[in-house]
């Protein structure tokens, strides 16, 4: 996969990032040689099965692993051409809640719950404005709630995270994300512990935001549909490693890597029969400590031969812009579209 791009959009650029913990059991690799590319003012995904990577991902991107377990060993991550992974400390710290934003999982661990919602809001905006006030930081937090639809917000700003509900919590995340006007932010299954309701809801208000805004946005998730709901852009890991990356008509429309198959396949549509049973992805995810040489997904993979267990794919041009890591794309043949009708 090349590194070389005709356009001066791409935000920011991962390039063969390799993060690691140290764990009593040894040297773990959680994200193996990842690269890809995010476009100014598009929205990228990254989905895939727990443990594959997904979040390790994003919390290498701005440096807030857990140390000293947690490390990049080796690649770039470019962030408008600036190398992130060699930045000093007070670098990382003008950036992260400036210029990136991100939206944690669980907004009860990513809100203090003895602290107000507008003391924690009014910090972001005096961290990275030296030279407001106070006042005019509650001021910028009363407005910024009203932007994420929090009804009254000169009232919730006095309020704690525990006596708002689930989806105005996850709204006082993304208020405090966006305070800042970034020009990327980062959101880890933002809308995993919401109702369906909610989560349109939410959903739709990133998307809101993301016209205002103009910002670019990577959305970490295991939902297909959220993927096919809001981006432009798709990257698939396994087991630590991108199993293949493309545009959202790419993944859906033209599923090259069988894991990718796998995944599209297993999704309930609307013309299948009741009580059929789904399709599944047979076998386990390999731990972290018992990764197979070859291919990761090859004790799972139905196409699998002897190459498979010994070399280790790299991600092969299948189209303009659209890569999978898979040593027989080429014979595996046509598979229907599986693009939900509102992919975007």
């Known amino acids: 996969m090349s590194n070389a791009d005709p356009d001066n959009d791409i935000l920011l650029e991962v390039r063969d990032l390799v993060t690691a913990f140290d764990t009593d059991a040894g040297r773990v690799t959680a994200v193996d040689g990842v690269s890809f590319k995010v476009r100014r003012g598009r929205t990228l995904g990254i989905v895939g099965e727990s443990g594959c990577g997904k979040s390790v991902t994003a919390l290498s991107i701005v440096r807030l692993l857990p140390r000293p377990m947690g490390r990049i060993v080796s690649g770039q991550v470019l962030f408008d051409g600036e190398d992130l992974t060699s930045a000093p400390v007070e670098r990382m710290h003008q950036i992260r809640g400036g210029r990136i934003g991100f939206i944690f999982q669980e907004p009860m661990t990513a809100l203090n719950p003895v602290h107000r919602i507008g ?3 009014s910090e972001t905006f005096l961290l990275h404005n030296p030279g407001m006030t106070p006042k005019e930081a509650l001021e910028r937090s009363i407005d910024i709630l009203a932007r994420v639809g929090i009804p009254s917000p000169e009232v919730r700003v006095s309020e704690y995270p525990h006596q708002l509900s689930g989806g105005m919590r996850q709204r006082v995340v993304i208020a405090i994300a966006l305070a800042n006007r970034p020009s990327l932010v980062i959101a880890d299954e933002p809308t995993t512990a919401l109702d369906l309701t909610i989560q349109a809801q939410i959903l739709e208000l990133m998307r809101d935001l993301q016209k205002d805004f103009g910002m670019s946005i990577i959305i970490i998730t295991h939902d297909l549909g959220v993927i096919a ?7 698939v890991m396994y087991a630590g490693r ?3 990356t493309g545009s959202v008509h790419d993944i859906f429309e033209n599923p090259t890597h069988p894991y990718t198959r796998g995944l599209l396949a297993s999704i309930p549509r609307l013309e299948t029969p009741r009580k059929t049973r789904l399709s599944t992805i047979e076998g386990m995810v390999p731990g972290l400590l018992e990764l197979p040489p070859g291919c ?9 031969t002897e190459r498979c267990e010994k070399e280790v794919p790299g991600l092969e041009t299948v189209g303009t ?5 898979c040593h027989h794309w080429r014979d595996l043949g046509e598979q229907p579209p599986a693009a939900p009708a509102d992919t975007p």
């Open 119 to 121: 003391r924690q809001l």
């Open 229 to 235: 709901e809001m981006c432009q852009d798709v990257v």
């Open 242 to 244: 991108v199993a293949e």
């Open 296 to 304: 990761r997904f090859q004790n799972r993979c139905p196409h699998r």
């Open 321 to 325: 812009g659209h890569f999978a890591a």
